[in-house]
């Protein structure tokens, strides 16, 4: 029953915002906002006609490789960080850095130095991708409640115990948190490399479409990128739940 | 003050032992012996030190100076000779009652099967069988307690070291466990440091009560209640010496409450 009314409220919000998209659209609140109808037409051109596969053909490499190198990566280096005391005076500062510099100024120094290909469109999508995963983890990691920990130790857990079996249970939540938020960033990245860097893939689409005024096209594919997001992060919030069933429950109340 | 037990064999013993968190001095030369196969609890106000001197036996905390030995030797961490029931409980929340009691198997490298079979006894023993598989979460205060008992007496150590184990139970299941203790301490050669904040239960189930000062603790007293040790269990809560040693008690803390 309650499954069923919040699928209804989905449904409810997502024809409110569409609705309104298409209103604004026809009346028209500018010449370069097309209708929703304008726009899911031309989705299905660019999807039938095979642009769509081609332009993520190339846009999901530097993504797929960048978020990858991201969690692993930033999960790997939060742990670190979040252990050793040492570590966090070493590498946050690196980290708090990234998160809050201003991208686009970086872009034409990682072009210099990588050249145009896919290189510095992976380093972009890292750059956006990985502070958030690395702080994150951390933080959660440095926040597991020192009573389990000390437990662990009474019963004689092993360092790789206490790691393995408490802190990262414990730490997972916030983790995913994380890697969800990183995985966003990442997307924004991938799309602002293609812009700034060469346009390929769906940022071709959206600077070329624009260049000669085909507005639906544009947001098409700026709809389609959104659309990916989503489902990617509804796919990994079934892997969180698939790994850890107990600790969600575990936190409800506590 | 432990000259006429020096013919006891004790399990463990604190000797001189100081303790600081910064600038609050928690413990100041607090010496203890804690004789085999008997139950001590300790007794003292709030905030006097109880916990620390729990988790420095542990080898949880180390302390500043003095020397605390497990069967004569010094103690420099955990060991597999005691077993700790922590005052705040300290349970996974994303395991269930059957995997937190099992941990301190797991931790130990037992089997899972084999582990499981200990893990059942003792969730029985205190009294959560059909629990197994809820969470912490779903259990309420006195029961998250009791799991975190029976995985400190699942693991089977010679030294139980209980921080204030029945502060959360219900007053039956309380008695109960006080019954189930004394049981525990008559029919196996452990030795039991007990924590609690009640006089009475301290003088029901102990060989020897500490009571110990507030802040910077030392101990100021050390009390034997064995005239009727051998009575049985419901008869003790009747007996006139019990119930001096309990007035008596009492008349020496209340100096600190007002
Ligand atoms: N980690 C810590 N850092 C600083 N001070 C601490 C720490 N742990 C305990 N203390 C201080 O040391 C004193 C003794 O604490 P402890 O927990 O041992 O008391 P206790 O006798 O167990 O109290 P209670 O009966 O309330 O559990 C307290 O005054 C407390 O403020
Ligand atoms: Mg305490």
Not at chain 1, 21 to 34: D, K, L, N, T
Not at chain 2, 31 to 40: E, M, N, V, Y
Not at chain 2, 163 to 185: G, H
Request: overall charge neutral; some cysteine; hydrophobic content about 45%.
């Amino acid at each position: 029953m309650i499954r069923y009314r919040s699928y209804l409220l989905t449904f409810l919000s997502a024809f409110i915002v569409l609705g309104s998209w298409e209103i604004a659209g026809r009346i028209p609140v500018s010449y370069s906002f097309p209708t929703f109808v304008e726009t899911i037409t031309a989705f299905w051109v660019l999807l039938l006609d095979g642009t769509m596969f081609v332009a993520y053909g190339e846009t999901l490499k530097p993504l797929v490789v960048g978020v990858l190198i991201s969690a692993f990566l930033g999960i790997g280096i939060g742990l670190t960080i979040g252990l050793s005391k040492k570590f966090d005076w070493l590498l946050s500062p690196v980290f708090v850095v990234m998160q809050t510099a201003p991208l686009a100024a970086l872009i034409p120094l990682l072009v210099m130095i990588y050249g145009i290909g896919l290189t510095s469109k992976v380093f972009v999508v890292c750059i956006m991708a990985m502070p958030v995963i690395v702080l994150n983890t951390s933080g959660a990691v440095r926040n597991t409640p020192a009573s389990i920990i000390e437990m662990g130790q009474a019963f004689l857990g092993t360092k790789r115990d206490i790691i393995l079996k408490i802190i990262l249970p414990a730490a997972s939540p916030i983790i995913f948190a994380g890697l969800r938020l990183g995985v966003s960033a990442g997307f924004i990245g991938a799309i602002l490399a293609e812009l700034k860097i060469t346009p390929t893939g769906v940022g071709d689409i959206i600077s070329y479409s624009r260049s000669i005024a085909d507005y639906p096209s544009m947001y098409a594919a700026i709809m389609s990128i959104i659309l990916l997001a989503v489902i990617f992060l509804n796919v990994l919030e079934r892997i969180e739940n698939f790994l850890f069933k107990g600790t969600r429950q575990g936190y409800a109340s506590e | 003050m432990s000259n006429n037990t020096n013919d006891i064999d004790n399990a463990v013993t604190v000797s001189n032992v100081y303790k600081n968190y910064g600038d609050v001095e928690a413990l100041r030369d607090l010496s203890l012996d804690f004789p085999r196969g008997q139950l001590t609890s300790l007794l003292g106000p709030s905030g006097c030190g109880k916990t620390t001197l729990l988790k420095i036996i542990a080898g949880l905390l180390p302390a500043d100076s003095g020397e605390i030995t497990v069967n004569s030797q010094p103690v420099t961490g955990p060991g597999p000779d005691r077993a700790f029931v922590f005052q705040d409980f300290a349970l996974l929340p994303w395991a269930t009652v059957m995997r937190n009691v099992a941990f301190g198997l797991e931790l130990r490298g037992v089997n899972q099967s084999e582990r499981e079979a200990i893990a059942e006894k003792y969730i029985g023993d205190v009294g959560l069988k059909g629990f197994e598989n809820s969470y912490p979460h779903e259990l309420s205060g006195g029961m998250r307690q009791r799991v975190g008992l029976a995985r400190a007496l699942s693991v089977d150590a010679q030294v139980l070291l209980m921080d204030e184990p029945f502060s959360a139970v219900d007053e039956q299941t309380r008695r109960k466990f006080q019954e189930d203790l004394l049981n525990l301490v008559k029919n196996e050669n452990k030795t039991f440091i007990f924590v609690t904040h009640s006089i009475e239960e301290a003088v029901y189930v102990s060989d020897q009560v500490a009571i110990l000062l507030p802040r910077p603790s030392r101990v100021s007293e050390i009390i034997r209640p064995e005239g009727f040790r051998h009575k049985d269990a419901t008869s003790i809560r009747r007996d006139s010496e019990y119930l001096d040693i309990v007035d008596r008690i009492w008349a020496s803390l209340r100096t600190y409450v007002e």
